[in-house]
Structures are given as structure tokens and as C-alpha cells.
């Protein structure tokens, strides 16, 4: 991994940012880890439509960069799962406000996927036009409150 | 839908911001022969284009349609220096203003809370009283639609409201039973969101995220409600319009206001009278860069409280698990508009804190909103994340803490020094600092928060402090009075300064209340409307939204 330049990650940046992803949302069940789905790709592309999410992506990756350069030959790959956890703990804690934000990104395009919603029990997709189904009101739930006498301060 | 009545010949009243009070006022006038102008800095939304209709809908939230404008970053957007504030103030700029993020979530303010100084010592008295108020709460409500029940013994009696309230959901009757374990008040929100069909709008369908936009209408935001109306009765609302300056003549009277095109154009609007509606930030904002001989300091700035004064309603969170089992799909229905409880509202002496709180009960959101910690932390990642996740979603509720925030001088909103707008216009900057007593008053929220989710069978609560995204009531920076020397206008929100000035937004307000302020601005804009009216000799027609069923 190198540090990104002119805002665009590197090849080797991407390939790590897809480890990295597995690390932040590891395998459940039948489904493997974030990045192993394949969703680095989209997090990149989301990321350079919105500015904001584009620095925070760069920063968190020059940030591992950086923290790999300083103990580790081949990169964040080449590490133990362990070793990759506890960089991506070190770069949450040198930018925790663009880390927080990168994560926000990984967690939205993750729970955007049907096989997630499929796996967690969520509906899935728009929410509109369909919407959801609840009871109208029942005014017989108001029996107890009804009961307390007017208590608003009068002036 | 820019057409009205009149060229650009000089208006009786310019209106400067098309939100929830701007829109109000215009309609209001509208009624009369008045020539109207209102400029906009934002554009017209499509409710049809409204992010919910897609599947990243989520994504969209946290992006190009964010609450927050230095995330949303649009070109209508003004940015806010927000680091010297533990609350970032939300907006939305369009026609229809921040009612297109709004949750509607309706209540009125107490009759104590007009007169706080009297009753409990502490900031000043409003000029006016909840009785004088309350026609115009009632209008409001008659053209926005409101959804509730009478009989709330929390707050006087009101008239009918227009639909019953929406439904409570299984989520939120498991929490009402808890609070009538305790004793404790609750009560149907009054809520601004079609439960059936009203005024040509469409019934909720319980989507849930209202705040990113209703598709369906169903949420009165002003663009769907009083616009539609005020601009065929004549009113010329011009969009994509940035008020730079409110212009004055050698008496220091408004004439007008220079504003930048939608092509960058820099353009001047004249007007026997101006009202301000740009909300309880650009409001003075703008009064601070109309600076000239007559009013040196900002415009109707004599007595130095342009700016200060800002109050947010500081909120906490406090969120409950419940346990497995307990499916209650809490994600179905809108946000916030289920119930709420004003148990603590009043002033009690027995607590370490002057005046109260509401909750607002809330529900939770998308996977993703829950994910990246909507109110409270995010989900940690790693190992554990699957787990936690699992156990918190579907079955969280939350109840918002909404405290009074008292007016304090250092609280403020001033011109930031280098931070400008895409016009180049100078941007705010927000100094803001948590009071003692609202801090102790959120505390005091949190801990019978817990209370209540123990009663209602939660397995785990968890607390917010304080939400950093939830800078969404700005008020005070302008504030109403009868003395010049210690407010900027009068109970009809006429300058001090300049008699021919008027605003109509939360700027005005003396003290916060602990309810969402939106039908107070509203009603308040009606009923300067009216004085307005009054004082340019206008004639009425009385047509109001009449319900179409
Ligand atoms: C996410 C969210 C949820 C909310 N939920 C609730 C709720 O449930 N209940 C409630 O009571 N309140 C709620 N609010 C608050 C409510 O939206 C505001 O109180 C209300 O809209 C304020 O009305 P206003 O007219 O003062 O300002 P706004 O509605 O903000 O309108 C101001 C308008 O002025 C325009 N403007 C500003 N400066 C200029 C300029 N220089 N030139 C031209 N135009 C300008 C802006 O573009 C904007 O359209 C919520 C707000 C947000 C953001």
C-alpha cells in the first residue's frame, strides 16, 4: 500500500481496502466478510460522488499506509488478521472523525444488499411507494391517561 | 411556479426565505391585494424525486440529502463554522425550507412558557401570551392538518383536531404501557402528517424515514401546503435567489434587498416593507451583513443582541433494547411521530435544574441508520459486530430528551471571519456552549428514561448525552421584546430599529419552550401577518385550505 495521490487510491490500496473490509464486517453465516462480497469497488465509487466521503476514504487508507510503513513489509495483506485488526484500531484512534465516517460508508453500502436484508430480515430496498402496514389508532389504549386531572401550570 | 400578480416594479412586501414561516406569512398576505415578492436561495423539490422512492435511500441520507448542510454541501447551501459548538445546526434551503426534513412533529408551547421570568425568575417574559396565540395555532394547524386527540391533560384544552392521530404501532404501545406503569403522562403526539387524506393530500403509509422528504404528501411540509395556494393567489416567489443585504435609506428604513440571480447576477429588489424568514440562523446572519451609516453594528442591531442569545433544544437519547422475542420491526412508521410525555415539563423545585423537558418518543430506521449509530453509538465493528447488531435491531426504541435551553449572551451566531458561501458572501460561524442547567435537566431525562424502558421490559438502555446531530430548533438570536435596548423587535416582530422590518422566524423567540417550535414560528408569522395587513390597509378574502375529501 502506498499513500493515495491526487484523491484516487492505488491498485494496491484497493486490493487492501478489500481486506480491510472483511476486517470491519467479518463473514456471518453463509455470507462472507464485506469486502469478499465485493463491495470495494462500490464504496470507492460511492465515495467519489460525495466529497466529504472521498477525503475520508483517502485518509483512512494513507493513514493505514502510513502505520503499515512503520512495522510491517508486504503491506496490510501480508499481515495476521490479528496485526490487521490492531493497525485498523491505531489509524480509528491518529483520525477517529474520518475513520467514523469511512465506517459509515462500509456499514450503508453493506446493509444496502439483498442477501444482507435477506439474512437480517429487513424488507429491503425503497421504502416508498409501498410503505408498511401498522393498526390505525385505538383510542381504548388512552384508558389510563385519561384518567389524570389536567396538571399544565396556569399563569 | 413563479408567476403572480405585478412586474418588478417596487412590492409592498418583500419576503426574504420560503420555509414553514416565510410560506405562512405569504399566504396569509396573500389573502389581500397586496403585491407580494418572496426570493429563495433554494429551488423547488419534487416529492415524486424524493430519495425513499430508491434503493439507496439510505446512502442518499447520509450524503447529497443529509440533515446537516456542510455534509449535503449543495450549491444552495450556505456552509455554518459549527466547530465551536457541541450541536451542529440542520436546515434544509428550498422552497418549503427545513419543513422538507422535518419530522412534523407538532406540539404547541405551555402557557408557563410565556412567562418563565415571572413564574420561575429566570430569562424574560414574552410580550405576548399562549391566549393571544392561540388563534393562530389554530389556523396553522387547519392549514398544515394536524393529526391528534383532544383531552391531553398535559396542555390546555384545543380545539378538534383535523384527523385522528396515526397509529401507535406495537412499538409504540409497549412503551405507553410503561409509562402507565409508572403513573406517568403520555399522550398522542399532535402531529403535522396526514392520518387520513387532508387538504388533497394523501393518508402516511408508515414508511418511516419522513424526515428525508414524504413522496406521498402525506407530511405537511410548506412547499405542498401553503405555497401552492399563496402563488395563486398572486404572490411571486422567486427561487435560486441569495439575499446578499437588506438595503436602508438615510433613516435607516428598509428599502429593499440586493441578492444574487440563479445566474450570479447581482440584482436589487425594492419594497415598502420587508419580512425576514430565514430561520433562527440566517436571519442574523443577514442582519449582520447589512451593515450601513444608519445601522454601523448590523441592521436593527442597536441593542448588540443580533446573534446572541441562540438556543438549540440540547437533546439526549435514550435508547432501550428489548429482548428477543420481542420483534416489534421498529423500523415501521414514521420516526418520530408516535407519542410523548411532559411529566417533567414544568418547573418543580425539588430538582437541580429551573424549568423542563419533553420526550419525544422515536423509533429506529433502515439497517444501515441503525448500523452507523442513527442516535447513539454506531454498531461496533469487528468480531462482535454481527451480535450486537442482531440484538438491536428491530427492538430498540428511544426517547428523545427535549429540554428548554435557556437564552444565554455567548451563545451566539456571528459573521465567521473567512468561511463564505458560493456567492462569496460571508457564512456563520455558531459559538455555543452546554449550559449547566440544561445539562443537569438532560441528565435528570436520562436517568427516568431508564425508568421508564425498565417498566416497559427492556433488557438494556442505552444513553446518548448529547446528540451532536440534533441542531435542528434554532432560536432566539433575534429576540422579541418591549424594550429597544434589550431586544431587537416588538411583539409583532417589528425592528425596533426599522419600522417598515419585520421577522417571522424562530430569531424571535425569548425563550425555547421544550417542545419542537415550529407551529409557535408559524403562528406567530400569522398572526404578524395579520398586523401586517392591517397596518398597509389591506383587504381580506378569507379563504383558507378547506379539507378536499
Ligand atoms: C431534520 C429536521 C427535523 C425537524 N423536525 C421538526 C419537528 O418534528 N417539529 C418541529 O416543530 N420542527 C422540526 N424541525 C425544525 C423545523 O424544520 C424548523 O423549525 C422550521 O422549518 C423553521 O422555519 P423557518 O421559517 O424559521 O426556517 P426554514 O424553514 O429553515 O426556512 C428558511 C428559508 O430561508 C432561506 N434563506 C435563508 N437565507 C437566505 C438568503 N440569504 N437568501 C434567500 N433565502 C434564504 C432558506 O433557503 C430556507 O428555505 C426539524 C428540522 C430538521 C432539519
Request: with cysteine; hydrophobic share 35%.
Amino acid at each position: 500500500m502506498s499513500p493515495s495521490r491526487g484523491g484516487r487510491l492505488s491498485d494496491a490500496d484497493r486490493r487492501a481496502l478489500a481486506v480491510v473490509m472483511d476486517r470491519l464486517v467479518p463473514p456471518v453465516d453463509e455470507l462472507p466478510g464485506a469486502g469478499e462480497m465485493g463491495l470495494a469497488s462500490e464504496v470507492e465509487q460511492r465515495a467519489r460522488r460525495h466529497r466529504p466521503l472521498r477525503s475520508a476514504l483517502i485518509t483512512v487508507m494513507d493513514a493505514l499506509s502510513m502505520d503499515m510503513a512503520a512495522h510491517a513489509a508486504g503491506g496490510f495483506r501480508a499481515l495476521s488478521e490479528e496485526q490487521q485488526v490492531d493497525s485498523l484500531r491505531q489509524v480509528e484512534a491518529a483520525v477517529p472523525e474520518q475513520f467514523a465516517y469511512f465506517m459509515q460508508l462500509v456499514y450503508t453500502i453493506y446493509y444496502m444488499q439483498p442477501e444482507v436484508h435477506e439474512r437480517i430480515g429487513w424488507p429491503g430496498g425503497a421504502v416508498q411507494p409501498d410503505g408498511f402496514d401498522v393498526e390505525p389508532f385505538d383510542e381504548s389504549i388512552l384508558e389510563t391517561a385519561r384518567q389524570r386531572e389536567p396538571f399544565w401550570r396556569r399563569v | 411556479m413563479t408567476e403572480g400578480r405585478g412586474n418588478d416594479r417596487t412590492a409592498d412586501v418583500l419576503i426574504i426565505g420560503a420555509g414553514a414561516s416565510g410560506a405562512a406569512v405569504a399566504w396569509s398576505l396573500s389573502r389581500s391585494e397586496l403585491n407580494i415578492v418572496c426570493l429563495e436561495q433554494g429551488r423547488w423539490t419534487n416529492p415524486a424525486n424524493y430519495v425513499t422512492n430508491n434503493d439507496d435511500w439510505e446512502y442518499r441520507g447520509l450524503t447529497d440529502w443529509a440533515f446537516d448542510p456542510n455534509v449535503r454541501g449543495r450549491p444552495e447551501d450556505y456552509p455554518v463554522n459549527d466547530r465551536n459548538s457541541p450541536i451542529s445546526p440542520l436546515m434544509f434551503n428550498a422552497v418549503g425550507g427545513s419543513t422538507i426534513h422535518w419530522t412534523a412533529h407538532s406540539p404547541r408551547m405551555h402557557p408557563s412558557d410565556f412567562k418563565v421570568k415571572t413564574l420561575d425568575g429566570v430569562a424574560d417574559d414574552w410580550p405576548l401570551s399562549y391566549e393571544d396565540l392561540e388563534p393562530f395555532y389554530d389556523l396553522n394547524d387547519e392549514m398544515m392538518g394536524c393529526a391528534g386527540i383532544n383531552g391531553d391533560p398535559a396542555n390546555p384544552p384545543r380545539s378538534p383536531r383535523q384527523m385522528p392521530p396515526l397509529g401507535l404501532g406495537e412499538d409504540g404501545k409497549k412503551l405507553a404501557a410503561g409509562f402507565d406503569k409508572l403513573g406517568w403522562h403520555w399522550w398522542p403526539s399532535d402531529n403535522y402528517v396526514n392520518s387520513v387524506p387532508y387538504g388533497g393530500r394523501e393518508a402516511c403509509n408508515y414508511c418511516g424515514p419522513n424526515g428525508l422528504g414524504c413522496t406521498l404528501k402525506a407530511k405537511a411540509s410548506t412547499d405542498v401546503t401553503y405555497w401552492p395556494i399563496a402563488i395563486d393567489n398572486g404572490v411571486r416567489l422567486r427561487t435560486r435567489c441569495r439575499v446578499r443585504e437588506i438595503t436602508v435609506d438615510s433613516d435607516g428604513r428598509a428599502t429593499g434587498a440586493t441578492y444574487f440571480d440563479r445566474n450570479g447576477k447581482e440584482r436589487h429588489q425594492s419594497a415598502r416593507m420587508v419580512v425576514i424568514a430565514a430561520n433562527g440562523i440566517g436571519t442574523p446572519r443577514l442582519l449582520l451583513l447589512s451593515r450601513s451609516d444608519a445601522h454601523p453594528d448590523g441592521l436593527a442591531n442597536s441593542s448588540g443582541l443580533v446573534g446572541k442569545n441562540l438556543m438549540f433544544h440540547p437533546y439526549a437519547i435514550v435508547t432501550g433494547v428489548f429482548p428477543e422475542g420481542n420483534e416489534m420491526e421498529t423500523w415501521k412508521g414514521p420516526l418520530g411521530n408516535i407519542f410523548m410525555s411532559q411529566e417533567f415539563y414544568e418547573s418543580d423545585p425539588k430538582r437541580d435544574f429551573v424549568r423542563g423537558y419533553s420526550y419525544q418518543i422515536v423509533r429506529s430506521s433502515g439497517p444501515a441508520w441503525l448500523a452507523r449509530g442513527g442516535f447513539a453509538d454506531a454498531i461496533p465493528w469487528g468480531e462482535g459486530h454481527h451480535e450486537e447488531f442482531a440484538r438491536q435491531f428491530g427492538k430498540t426504541m428511544a426517547l428523545a430528551v427535549i429540554g428548554e435551553d435557556l437564552p444565554e449572551l455567548h451563545n451566539e451566531v456571528v459573521l465567521d471571519p473567512d468561511l463564505v458561501d458560493g456567492a462569496g458572501i460571508p457564512a456563520p460561524r455558531v459559538n455555543y456552549t452546554l449550559s449547566v442547567n440544561s445539562r443537569s435537566m438532560l441528565d435528570d431525562g436520562i436517568a427516568n428514561g431508564r425508568r421508564v424502558f425498565e417498566a416497559a421490559g427492556a433488557v438494556d438502555v442505552l444513553a446518548n448525552p448529547l446528540l451532536r446531530s440534533g441542531g435542528w430548533h434554532l432560536m432566539g438570536t433575534a429576540k422579541m421584546g418591549l424594550d429597544p435596548d434589550a431586544s431587537v423587535v416588538n411583539e409583532w416582530g417589528q425592528a425596533h430599529d426599522a419600522d417598515n422590518l419585520f421577522i417571522v422566524d424562530g430569531s424571535i423567540f425569548v425563550t425555547a419552550g421544550g417542545v419542537n417550535p415550529t407551529p409557535t414560528i408559524q403562528a406567530l408569522a400569522l398572526r404578524t401577518a395579520e398586523h401586517i395587513a392591517q397596518r398597509l390597509g389591506a383587504g381580506r378574502s378569507g379563504d383558507t385550505n378547506g379539507d378536499e375529501e
